[in-house]
């Protein structure tokens, strides 16, 4: 275990990092769990774009049949009282849309599909 100082945003923080072997981190991958589907999973064709932390949507930028480039902004999710983007990964049309403006998500929830 080693000691490192951080220092973010003019507070300094002490944190411990443990070293472990490759076959530790692979164990600790293949036991986390995958996310589940979301009730409210897309029902489009298509790639689905999944929130990627548990929050609340202050902004969908988006409805079915819009055309969309990789990196434009597709939602807003708040989480830890943080905004935060959520891009499109590739171009493509939006298929469907699985939020609204208001809803909490769960980290893994289907947000969109887009094909």
Do not use: R
């Amino acid at each position: 275990m080693k000691n490192y100082k951080v220092n973010v945003n003019g507070t300094e923080y002490v944190v411990s990092i443990e070293l472990i072997s490759e076959e530790e981190a692979k164990k600790a991958q293949s036991a986390a769990p995958a996310p589940s589907a979301s009730p409210a999973a897309a029902t489009g064709e298509g790639a689905e774009v999944v929130s990627p932390m548990q929050g609340t949507i202050l902004s969908v930028n988006v409805a079915n049949g819009d055309t969309v480039k990789k990196g434009d902004v597709l939602f807003i999710l708040e989480a830890m009282k943080m905004e935060n983007e959520i891009m499109a990964p590739n171009d493509g049309t939006i298929t469907s849309v699985s939020v609204q403006k208001g809803a909490s998500v769960a980290n893994g929830t289907a947000l969109c599909t887009i094909k």
